[in-house]
């Protein structure tokens, strides 16, 4: 396809088809997608606070966010693929307009004015709808379903209208699946009306958290960073062994950052790095097989994540920090998989990187680039946040500002003596490139910690104010650093690239653009503001950027001015147009989910899907997980990501979390939502629907089909980490310090790459199948080394119930004790579960039980539980009245489990050495191949 037709392809799918001709109407969408977008900075910003006036709540928000989304969609997607392109008909603005009232209507009619004039409003009669209540919640249903079809396809529509048709014929339906059915009132109120279905929390998280993030993403991508990231990734990676392969993956990863469809991302980067990787070597496939999987892979990047982050918040009930904090190391480590994945594509062909406009460079330097470079793309994002928690760490430990003053220097002194052995061409290099980021993330962490202490020591709540200002005069310094190279221009991608950019200039001109990255992540992860405001703190500084930067940078490199502010106006407003158009159907995606998941509340179908799983898997959590597995790839070939995460984790993540507490295995509730989400979006790849890799295709000129099929094969460590995390919760930092959590990263990182060699059968050289093998069951070991320890040594011994109370004041405070309870679920069924006691520091194990909030009896030789107090970790942990302890497990003194490592890591020593052996002969015989031609 050529450029025109991409565009095409990716407007279609994310931003609406239509085109129009007439001028009037093209102005009249984007005055609407416009204004969408100062509605959305308006309310989440905290001036109609202040000030009292324009205030919404997120109930009033949602149907005017929704009233926009239908609007738009009306207009900018036909209705067909043989619809009229550059006109909208009649008919469609009708539908428009109606749609969109439909919508309006929770909103205005629930207003003082309409009360005067109805002399009721719509929040004064709950569950007791009108016939105009019934009418527009009946159309507006129907239009949400046309609307979902025209921009999403008919699957989520078709999906919709199937729970929607279970809500009426419940009586009808077969066996188990029975139930006594709705009235129509009832169910125009609850799916429209009321909160709980269209208007529920899918839509309240897309109003008030996505859309910021998608319209920051959008105009960070406006102010040239998408092209800043391409031309970093190339600069610093492409010279490597299949480099433009592996420049595509950081190139995805960074702008995954700022985009939330896979698809713009396959096309935004693909169309410069799958002619780039053809061109070292590899196939169209398997060129448009790595865009796929590491563009879709740019949706479980923190700190944005698609909108999942933001509905686990709300489904989970757990902190925005928590969200990235469980999903950052499984995201960092399926990136570094994939980079070797590209690797070991690489070295099977042989393949060279693209030349540099220098020489190239010692190997020594090569090796210290290429971790310098990973260090700084995989970890600078948050290097100034944790830098932060640091210097706070030694703080409260009680170190003076002398104490951190001399643990910098000594930071300062290692890199000055790495610097000083690298040579003259070595040190501008290295200054160049990831260590001077580094360094400067480590100075600013200093100077930031130290100088906000400062500054709201005496500045009170001017604080703020002095704030803005520091930052503006770095954001001024850094664009009078960055003019001093030259302007990054967009690359023509039918051209080939003859060589390399170098990258301390690439790097040095576009510093500016991480400011925005980091004040988001400052007020996410450091000030612990809402998502919604850290968002709206970074769009404020971003539309400041999109407004200034051209006029700075034109004064500061001696060029005339003129027209520099109204190209900087122009810029923003279309970064705004193009936010709210990439909003369209994510905000009617939410939507249509919000009634499949009010069809669950309303007709309790959840509870009958999960005891069919439960009868299917037989109590068996890992076919539990396969079966949510499947239905998630299911799903996701016809859901958008978002839609799917909402249908599967509302059906099936309450199933996981109970069956394994039935077979002894507790599983946190983040796990299991992070499990359904990586499943869905591999519904992206996975043939024969996934339209990333139609995307790629269309780039490479490669089989769809073929394209999927090899992206699916690379995502397999992304299909693997889930699995893991759901039996080894360390990966997602749960419930480990600091120290644990860095040796955890490690381990798992390289247990991912010795899986991926084992996957790819390639490691030193081509592997045997034994070894392959064998590589698959060592990175098995490292990633969860418990599973052998268990069975040569179990991790907990039975004791009576009876002696609940003595082992609760044998085992060591801050321990855990397993109690296997005999109760009844829900609907009175017979239930075993598996609690968890947690032991207190009291002095005996009686003043243990009570501080946990569990009374127990005897009953001839049976202990029964007498009594959960209110609000108790013992209510918590699912106890009740009544219930039977059959057993009690504690702790054992199990060996270490990390012994485990030694087998494994001789036996990788093993392969290692034979392979190794294996590949001088084939090294030799092809120089030898060489020399004779030559």
Not at 129 to 153: F, N
Not at 290 to 302: D, F, T
Not at 644 to 651: C, F, G, H, M, R
Not at 735 to 744: A, H, P
Request: charged fraction near 10%; hydrophobic fraction near 55%; include cysteine.
């Amino acid at each position: 396809m050529n450029s025109d037709e991409l565009d095409d392809l990716v407007a279609s799918t994310d931003t609406g088809g239509r085109s129009p001709d007439n001028r009037i109407v093209v102005l009249l969408i984007a005055g609407v997608a416009l204004a969408w977008s100062i509605f959305q900075i308006w309310i989440a910003s905290p001036v109609p606070y202040t000030t009292g006036f324009g205030v919404f709540s997120s109930g009033e928000a949602r149907p005017i966010h929704l009233a926009f989304a239908l609007f738009l969609a009306y207009l900018a997607y036909p209705a067909f693929k043989n619809s009229p392109r550059h006109v909208v008909p009649v008919s469609d603005w009708v539908l428009a307009i109606v749609a969109a009232f439909c919508s309006f209507y929770l909103f205005l009619f629930d207003t003082d004015f309409m009360d005067g004039i109805l002399g009721t409003r719509l929040s004064d009669r709950p569950n007791n709808p009108d016939t105009l209540d019934v009418t527009v919640s009946v159309v507006g249903i129907i239009l949400l379903l046309e609307a979902t079809r025209r921009a999403l396809g008919p699957p989520l529509m078709i999906v919709a209208i199937v729970f929607l048709g279970y809500t009426f014929l419940g009586p009808y339906a077969p066996g188990f699946l029975a139930w006594k059915g709705a009235s129509f009132d009832a169910v125009a109120y609850h799916q429209w009306l009321s909160t709980e279905g269209v208007f529920g929390i899918a839509l309240g998280v897309s109003t008030d958290l996505v859309f910021l993030f998608v319209l920051f993403g959008a105009l960070l991508d406006k102010a040239g960073a998408g092209n800043y990231f391409i031309k970093v990734a190339f600069s610093m990676m492409g010279h490597f062994s299949g480099g433009p392969a592996k420049a595509a993956v950081v190139a995805s990863g960074m702008t995954g950052l700022i985009s939330g469809s896979s698809i713009a991302n396959v096309v935004t980067t693909g169309t410069f790095t799958i002619p780039m990787m053809r061109r070292v070597g590899f196939s169209a496939e398997k060129a448009g097989a790595v865009e796929v999987a590491s563009s879709v892979n740019g949706q479980i990047m923190p700190p944005v994540m698609g909108a999942a982050a933001f509905l686990m918040v709300e489904y989970i009930g757990i902190s925005y920090f928590e969200v990235v904090k469980h999903a950052f190391v499984p995201a960092i480590i399926s990136y570094i998989a994939l980079v070797y994945i590209v690797h070991l594509e690489a070295k099977k062909q042989n393949m060279a990187g693209l030349p540099r406009a220098s020489e190239p460079k010692p190997l020594k330097w090569g090796l210290i680039s290429f971790g310098i470079t990973m260090a700084v793309i995989l970890a600078a994002a948050s290097a100034v946040y944790y830098l932060f928690a640091a210097f706070q760490a030694a703080q409260s430990a009680g170190l003076s500002l002398i104490g951190t003053i001399v643990a910098l220097a000594i930071i300062i002194a290692i890199f000055a003596m790495i610097r000083s052995r690298l040579g003259e061409e070595g040190r501008g290099r290295f200054l160049s490139t990831g260590a001077m980021v580094l360094g400067f993330a480590v100075i600013t962490a200093f100077l930031v910690f130290y100088l906000l202490d400062f500054i709201g020591g005496f500045a009170g709540d001017a604080t703020p104010w002095i704030i803005a200002v520091l930052l503006g005069v770095a954001y001024v310094g850094l664009v009078r650093f960055c003019s001093a190279f030259p302007e990054l221009e967009l690359d023509d991608p039918n051209e080939p690239v003859v060589r390399l950019p170098e990258p301390g200039p690439t790097i040095k001109s576009g510093l500016h653009f991480l400011l925005p990255v980091l004040v988001l992540i400052w007020c996410l992860m450091v000030e612990r503001l809402s998502p919604s405001l850290s968002a709206f703190w970074a769009t404020a500084f971003m539309i400041f950027i999109l407004i200034t930067q051209r006029q700075l940078f034109a004064m500061f490199r001696g060029e005339s001015t003129a027209g520099t502010t109204q190209r900087g106006f122009s810029e923003l407003i279309d970064g705004m147009i193009t936010g709210a158009r990439n909003m369209i159907g994510i905000g009617i995606a939410t939507a249509a989910a919000g009634i499949i998941v009010g069809a669950v509340s309303q007709t309790g179908v959840g509870s009958v899907l999960a005891a069919l799983v439960e009868f299917l898997s037989q109590g068996q959590i890992m076919l539990i997980l396969i079966f949510t597995a499947i239905l998630s790839l299911i799903l996701g070939m016809g859901l958008p990501t978002t839609a799917n995460y909402i249908v599967v984790s509302a059906l099936l993540a309450p199933v996981i979390v109970a069956l394994g507490q039935q077979s002894g295995l507790i599983v946190p509730l983040i796990a299991v939502h992070l499990f359904v989400f990586y499943f869905g979006i591999m519904a992206d790849v996975t043939p024969p629907v996934g339209l990333a890799s139609f995307a790629a295709a269309a780039v490479s000129g490669g089989d769809p089909i073929r394209t999927g099929f090899v992206a699916f094969f690379y995502s397999l460590r992304t299909a693997l980490l889930p699995f893991l995390f759901i039996f080894n919760t360390d990966i997602l930092l749960i419930d480990v310090t600091w120290y644990e959590g860095v040796f955890v990263f490690i381990v798992a990182t390289a247990a991912m790459l010795i899986f991926t060699a084992g996957s790819q059968g390639f490691f030193m050289t081509r592997s045997r199948i034994w070894e392959s093998i064998a590589l698959i069951v060592i990175a098995f070991t490292l990633f969860r080394p418990g599973f052998w320890m268990d069975y040569v040594y179990p991790p907990y011994k039975p004791v009576p119930p009876t002696e609940l109370a003595q082992a609760m004041g044998a085992a060591p405070p801050g321990s855990e004790i397993r109690a296997i309870v005999d109760g009844l679920d829900d609907v009175g069924e017979p239930i075993t579960l598996t609690m968890i006691i947690h032991v207190g520091d009291e002095p005996t194990g009686e003043e243990r039980l009570e501080a946990f909030g569990l009374e127990t009896y005897d009953d001839d030789g049976k202990v029964l539980v007498d009594n959960a107090i209110y609000d108790s970790p013992a209510q918590a942990a699912g106890f009740d009245f009544d219930q039977v302890i059959n057993s009690v497990l504690v702790p054992s003194n199990q060996p270490s489990k990390y012994l485990f490592y030694i087998p494994a890591l001789l036996l990788l020593g093993l392969i290692y050495m034979l392979q190794t052996r294996r590949a001088e002969p084939e090294t030799t015989s092809k120089t030898a191949g060489q020399g004779a031609s030559s």
